[in-house]
Nanobody
């Protein structure tokens, strides 16, 4: 089992920044590919960014150039730096973990590929 706890959400004005963290426990963090997903009001849960166990990253087109995903394997923590926030970024943000069964260079983009989820943290961007 992997336990994931997100923090860092809140209310911010458009154009502002927020930094999310996800603390992991229970298993060896470096054995897992990680991701951030979000679910806005009335919308499906969607991928924001993913990172392989070895640090290879991918982003949704809507956040490229604004968001940065990173991980600190020594601290068992996943991060999401969000800059130039827009009202459409308003959502509950979830971190997720998937066993790195294909090695350190592989990330997963599908939500069904992730085995463990945090409880989510609300991000609200006002216009």
């Amino acid at each position: 089992q992997v336990q994931l706890v997100e923090s860092g959400g809140g209310l911010v004005q458009a154009g502002g920044s927020l930094s999310l963290s996800c603390a992991a426990s229970g298993r060896i963090f470096s054995d897992y590919a990680m991701a951030w997903f979000r679910q806005g009001p009335g919308k499906e849960r969607e991928l924001v960014a993913a990172i392989s166990s070895g640090g290879i990253t991918t982003y949704a087109d809507s956040v490229k150039g604004r968001f940065t995903i990173s991980r600190d394997n020594a601290e068992n923590t996943l991060y999401l730096q969000m800059n130039s926030l827009k009202p459409e970024d308003t959502a509950v943000y979830y971190c997720a973990a998937a066993a790195a069964i294909y090695g350190s260079l592989y990330y997963f983009r599908g939500r069904n590929e992730y085995d463990y989820w945090g409880q989510g943290t609300q991000v609200t961007v006002s216009s």
